[in-house]
């Protein structure tokens, strides 16, 4: 009942979590050195393997444009690889400004219940973040930004342009997909991306039964008149 009360009041103030990813007050110049745009999970044996893709901010000279980069680590659980990774930096990672929560395609339903529990718990990561589909989010993540500092961040344009243009919402913010499955639903859709030559490209619509992806939908047969997503009439 709490975490459902949680995610009742967290949905009235989402549109206000993520515009502090633009924000440029001086009092926090210093901490803003790296910022998590987005975070990838995908399976690996036994192991969970977590990329941090990062914005890395030069406090000390302005001038330099803010640079992404992308670590990853694996370990039994989520906390021990992003400590592995935060072993690897000068100071903490930010998870504030984190705009995209990426799902690999061999997530299994336990570990994509654990991601769930982990972002919902870590109150760093704002629940209105975009969850996503991809066949491997190190390898997208780890792709040359097109349009803005950090890949995570043009994905996240991606997907509001296309809602915008086609009208085809998928209601994948976190606190969407949370409240679905709180509700007892069990099958949801996430929006599918992956990298190429020019940078992020939308791959269509991941369809997901039981925490388990079990169907890719084209872009184009998804824009078909005939094609309903998973819980609307």
């Given at each position: 009942m709490i975490k459902k009360l949680c995610l009742t009041i967290s949905s009235l103030i989402f549109l206000t979590c993520l515009s502090a990813c633009g924000g440029t007050g001086d009092s926090i110049k210093n901490d803003r050195r790296f910022m998590v745009s987005a975070l990838g999970f995908e399976a690996d044996g036994f192991l969970i393997k977590v990329t941090a893709e990062l914005i890395v901010i030069n406090s000390e000279n302005p001038e330099v444009?803010?640079?992404?980069?992308?670590?990853?680590?694996?370990s039994r659980d989520i906390e021990g690889a992003l400590e592995e990774i935060s072993s690897r930096l000068s100071k903490p990672m930010l998870l504030e400004h984190c705009g995209i929560i990426a799902i690999g395609e061999s997530m299994t339903a336990e570990?994509?219940?654990?991601?769930?529990?982990?972002?919902?718990?870590e109150n760093r990561i704002t629940l209105s973040a975009y969850m996503i589909s991809a066949k491997s989010p190190e390898l997208l993540l780890g792709g040359k930004p097109e349009s803005s500092a950090a890949t995570g961040y043009d994905i996240m344009n991606m997907i509001e342009r296309q809602s915008k243009s086609d009208g085809i919402s998928t209601?994948?913010?976190?606190?969407?997909?949370?409240?679905?499955?709180?509700?007892?639903?069990?099958?949801?859709?996430?929006?599918?991306?992956?990298?190429?030559?020019?940078?992020?490209a939308d791959e269509g619509i991941a369809i997901f039964e039981n925490d388990r992806l079990v169907r890719l939908v084209s872009r184009e047969a998804a824009n078909s008149v005939s094609f309903r997503l998973p819980g609307r009439r």
């Open positions: 444009s803010p640079e992404a980069r992308v670590f990853s680590a694996k570990r994509f219940s654990q991601i769930c529990d982990y972002c919902f718990y209601d994948s913010r976190f606190f969407e997909i949370e409240s679905a499955r709180e509700s007892g639903k069990n099958t949801f859709a996430l929006p599918r991306f992956g990298m190429t030559e020019d940078g992020a």
